[in-house]
């Protein structure tokens, strides 16, 4: 059961108490949310479903701060199933209580009971946003968080005339906890969903979706700012606007130097701010994703049908919206090439690091004890890093470090894999499985110094089938120093590193049959989990934690727990 919250420190609020009648110019010093856990009644796809929501809305609540602000969020679990919430991308300086990774930091929110998150945005600006982070429940429960400048601060861009929200998902025709409990008791992977959403509507190539499409209206001559997220859970999109160029200035809350493109490549978990010129004016557009599928047998495992929503210029005639041409599901050289062109605007790169690492990735096999596998030769799937899959303690490892408590982890995630071989070359399914494919498991953590400066490369893997993963890192953003395809080489790929103008992000693709270098400060003391933002694989083990020590100071210090922390 969760532990009460006392009167003291528990607000009750059941709406949103920081009106933004215009986001450029209202601010507040505390913005307070009220999230109800509720089921709600929806029609998608010729049915009508039962899903968990936030308050009833599907998406959830956007939530409005500007840098600097203190956000307050109190949840209350109406539903069967536990829940979290996870702030992605929100540094969570010194307030690792709140960030939200069920049994990592926290345990979940129970039916019935309350916890309150509270933290302040600091050294952000741009666009984030929450979720679930408990098994497949961020498919329904997902938000926009959306943080201003400080007041009387400009963009470095110019001032859109409006913004748009884009979030971009994936639907089930069924109970999506169902669809991962049924995955895990075959050990098997979960099936793919029924169809791809743009702002939680599949659009007008669907069954039944026609009159629902999500729609926006522009003016001729205008800018605006698209704040455009990836919810999906298991898929990457390529994104574009019929007859229309984007120039990108923000990834992941980061400032990026503009980057103009007819077509966006983003990542499950990435987030992206967009200026859309309206240069346009007499047709109607479609706004359509088309899912990335890197798998070399991805054809007929993924829908081939394109999510759209209407772009639709102010005073003209309805006409049949014009279709963009997106690139083919496999293309990895655009996604690559996208992926690989941004740069960061306001760089400040670690030149020099203290600690390396070099972590593969890729899917592993395990014995079943009892019923028969539905997998590869009877065996399980899972994932694993460095051929360790990650299995959840029943108490989460921020307390059981804080506190001291024993037997829920252990230090000694390692720095590098146990057995060196070609990473990426693949084999024939007729031959007999590799020796290399058996995987442990465990809760293993990595222990990092206080301020240091950390390199990790992630090594994708041809182990089972090879495929994109896109990593996502707790608590800190990094810079992407490097990326390529093959085996990454220690000797000769640091060369073409760059440490001047790199990409920031909390959430990066590791290409298919490749690698990606990140660096990073470990500045933030307290428990991180590292893990991949394919929710199938991070339910089959893709995940490791990362401790961060306290530093010297007082500032530099994990503080205590929150009151009302909820109990496992």
């Known amino acids: 059961m969760a532990a009460g919250l006392t009167s003291s420190n528990l607000l009750k609020l059941s709406f949103v108490c920081v009106i933004f009648i215009a986001p450029w110019e209202a601010s507040a010093a505390i913005v307070h949310h009220k999230f109800t856990i509720e089921t709600q009644k929806v029609w998608r796809l010729c049915k009508e479903q039962a899903i968990v929501t936030v308050n009833g809305q599907f998406p959830g609540p956007t939530i409005y701060v500007h840098e600097g ?10 539903v069967h199933d536990n829940i979290t919430i996870h702030w992605h991308g929100v540094k969570q300086l010194r307030s690792c209580w709140v960030d939200g990774p069920a049994y990592i930091t926290q345990c979940p929110i129970s039916q019935g009971n309350t916890f309150t998150y509270n933290f302040t945005v600091t050294e952000q600006e741009g666009t984030l946003w929450w979720h ?16 201003y400048p400080r007041i009387g601060k400009p963009y470095p861009f110019p001032k859109p005339a409006a913004e748009f929200p884009i979030i971009l998902g994936e639907w089930w025709n069924s109970n999506v906890e169902d669809v991962i409990r049924e995955a895990i008791e075959k050990g098997d992977v979960p099936r793919e969903s029924d169809a791809y959403t743009i702002n939680t509507q599949p659009g007008d190539l669907f069954p039944c979706s026609a009159k629902e499409t999500s729609r926006i209206v522009v003016k001729r001559g205008e800018n605006y700012l698209l704040r455009i997220v990836n919810a999906a859970l298991n898929h990457a999109f390529f994104f ?7 120039t990108v200035v923000s990834t992941d809350a980061s400032y990026t130097k503009p980057y103009k493109t007819k077509v966006l490549f983003i990542q499950p978990g990435q987030t992206m701010d967009v200026l859309l010129k309206a240069r346009q004016g007499s047709e109607t557009y479609y706004m359509g994703a088309r899912a990335y599928d890197s798998r070399p047998s991805g054809a007929g495992q993924y829908i081939n049908i394109t999510t759209t929503a209407i772009l639709r210029y102010s005073g003209s005639k309805y006409s049949v919206p014009v279709m963009p041409n997106l690139p083919p599901f496999n293309d990895t050289p655009t996604a690559y090439k996208f992926s690989s062109q941004l740069k960061s605007l306001f760089p400040s790169v670690p030149q020099t690091v203290e600690e390396e690492m070099l972590i593969t990735e890729g899917y592993g096999i395990v014995s079943c004890p009892t019923n028969p596998c539905q997998w590869v030769n009877n065996f399980r799937a ?57 995987t442990e498991s465990g809760t293993r953590v990595k222990v990092l110094k206080f301020n240091s400066n950390v390199q990790i ?15 996502h890192l707790h608590g800190h953003d990094f810079y992407v120093v490097g990326q390529g395809f093959g085996n990454y080489n220690p000797q000769t790929d640091p060369a073409n590193f760059n440490l001047v103008d790199p990409q920031m992000r909390n959430t990066i693709g590791v290409p298919t049959g490749g690698w990606t270098a990140i660096r990073f400060t470990a500045n933030n003391p307290g428990v991180w989990l590292l893990h991949c933002h394919l929710e199938a694989h991070s339910e089959l083990g893709f995940d ?14 994990l503080p205590p727990p929150p009151l009302g922390l909820p109990q496992c």
């Not at 679930?132 to 329904?140: C, V, W």
């Not at 490791?544 to 210090?557: A, C, H, P, R, T």
């Open 132 to 147: 679930a982070h408990i098994s497949y429940l961020r498919a329904t429960v997902h938000g926009i968080f959306v943080i």
């Open 457 to 471: 490369v992630f090594q994708n893997t041809a182990i089972v089938f090879i495929e994109n993963h896109p990593i």
């Open 240 to 246: 574009k606007i019929a007859k229309h160029r984007l």
């Open 544 to 557: 490791m934690v990362f401790i961060v020590e306290n530093g010297e100071k007082d500032s530099e210090k």
């Open 382 to 438: 899972v994932g694993s890093l460095n051929n360790i899959s990650f299995v959840r303690p029943s108490v989460d490892i921020l307390q059981a470090y804080y506190f001291g408590i024993d037997g829920v982890f252990t230090r000694d995630f390692p720095n590098n894999p146990p057995l060196k071989f070609n990473y990426t070359q693949q084999n024939p399914p007729s031959m007999p499985l590799p020796s290399f494919w058996n």
């Open 69 to 78: 602000d203190n956000v307050v969020v109190e949840v209350e679990n109406k």
